[in-house]
């Protein structure tokens, strides 16, 4: 996609920062087209927390656009994260424009997040999002008011993401980025007695990828606060790490 639709901005860069979709089919009006990836990554990092406990991960998307900004997505990967589930299906929506001529691009879209297996689907949400980009910069913000909690509970959170992409000498492309979560789902663990989960922390990422021999490769060191490994009841998932990965689209 040629805007940062939310295929790249929140689904492939929330794992490093794949390289969006390559057009692999466009009608003969131009109207509409149809685009793939795959990737394969040394780990699957979302908004700094591993969800494959620091294993590899294997990612796709299929994503289809219309020239009027809007377009729709699926993308998927393998997770581990103690449930009783296997892979995540994400299911999204939007409309990604420019104001006019000025250079500054928007979107809003709508993200169904799914794990097939768990239970009477408690693990599933959906997030509402929207960006704004101008010249190197974007920015995000994500809501969602359904986010299981772990105890029956859905709760409200929310996600600001700011981002600066940069192309270097040689085709490399450099990407920086930091994220804060602002979430309610420890606050039904912090009311037992000697609990103080976080309910809040600061993601960060900085990278570079390229392209070659007709794959895209990236590196990234990624990681959080110290607030992070609280948030995730020091489960240890959220230590600064490299990720790696290598992908390509179709």
Excluded: C
């Excluded at 656009?65 to 929506?93: F, K, M, P, R, V």
């Excluded at 997040?113 to 999002?129: R, V």
């Amino acid at each position: 996609m040629k805007l940062r639709t939310i295929s790249a901005l929140t689904l492939a860069a929330s794992s490093m920062f794949a390289a969006s979709s390559a057009m692999a089919w466009e009608s003969e009006d131009g109207q509409h087209s149809v685009s793939a990836s795959v990737g394969l990554f040394s780990d699957y990092i979302f908004r700094g927390i591993s969800l494959t406990d620091e294993d590899p991960a294997i990612q796709g998307s299929f994503d289809y656009s219309h020239s009027s900004g809007l377009y729709a997505g699926t993308w998927a990967s393998n997770i581990s994260t103690g449930a009783d589930n296997s892979i995540e299906i994400d299911l999204y929506a939007g409309f990604a424009n420019e104001f006019g001529d000025s250079g500054v691009g928007y979107d809003v879209s709508v993200l169904r997040y799914t794990y097939p297996g768990t239970s009477g689907s408690d693990g599933d949400y959906t997030e509402f999002l929207g960006s704004l980009s101008y010249s190197y910069f974007t920015a995000m913000i994500g809501y969602t008011s359904d986010i299981p909690d772990g105890s029956g509970h859905d709760v409200d959170e929310v996600y600001y993401n700011l981002a600066f992409d940069y192309e270097l000498p040689y085709g490399i492309g450099f990407n920086a980025a930091v994220g804060y979560t602002d979430s309610e789902r420890n606050d039904f663990s912090n009311k037992t007695p000697g609990t103080n989960l976080a309910d809040s922390y600061v993601d960060y990422t900085i990278g570079l990828s390229k392209p070659f021999v007709g794959l895209d490769w990236s590196i990234a060191y990624v990681g959080t606060n110290s607030d992070g490994k609280d948030f995730e009841a020091g489960e240890g998932t959220s230590d600064d790490r490299f990720v790696a990965s290598v992908s390509t689209s179709f």
